[in-house]
């Protein structure tokens, strides 16, 4: 929770930074990420983070839950080196990776295989409640749970 409820902070730009913790910029009134080299979104990044609607993450392979947790403002999202969006090790059922996200119409992940865990409970609301979704392009994706 490095920048937690740090509500003036509204644009961060960090090309070296290859790792984004769990929680760091948890509840912050971040508009604008951009982490050319990171490789790697932990729990609950970004969560609730009302006003981020710039995402720059072009060489992330990995997401996990809850990341973007309701980012109303986020309106598209291009992660085009992903190939996980929820924490296969933690397995509490629900990833939420993306819940909340109520602008969100457009998600590009193109080298995730797997939407959630097919027959299990697995990646659970991973797009729940992102109503104006218009368009996912995941065309590796084999399975959707």
């Known amino acids: 929770m490095a920048f937690f409820n740090c509500n003036a902070l509204e644009q961060i730009n960090a090309p070296k930074v290859v790792l984004i913790d769990d929680d760091v910029f948890y509840r912050t009134n971040i508009i604008a990420i951009d982490f050319p080299l990171a490789e ?3 729990n609950s990044t970004f969560y609730n983070c009302e006003n981020l609607s710039e995402v720059n993450l072009p060489n992330v392979t990995s ?15 291009d992660l085009p080196k ?3 969006l929820w924490d296969f090790e933690k ?30 409970t697995s990646g659970r ?8 979704l ?3 392009s995941a065309p590796k994706a084999t399975t959707i749970g």
Not at 94 to 111: A, V, W
Not at 125 to 132: D, H
């Open 134 to 136: 218009k368009a996912l």
């Open 63 to 77: 997401v996990k839950d809850f990341a973007f947790y309701r980012c109303p403002s986020l309106k598209s999202i």
């Open 91 to 120: 397995g509490n059922g629900y990833s939420s990776t993306f819940e909340k996200c109520t602008s969100l119409e457009t998600i590009n992940i193109p080298n995730v295989t797997s939407l959630g865990d097919a027959g299990t």
């Open 40 to 42: 790697q979104i932990g």
């Open 82 to 84: 992903a190939t996980s």
């Open 125 to 132: 609301n991973m797009f729940a409640g992102c109503s104006n």
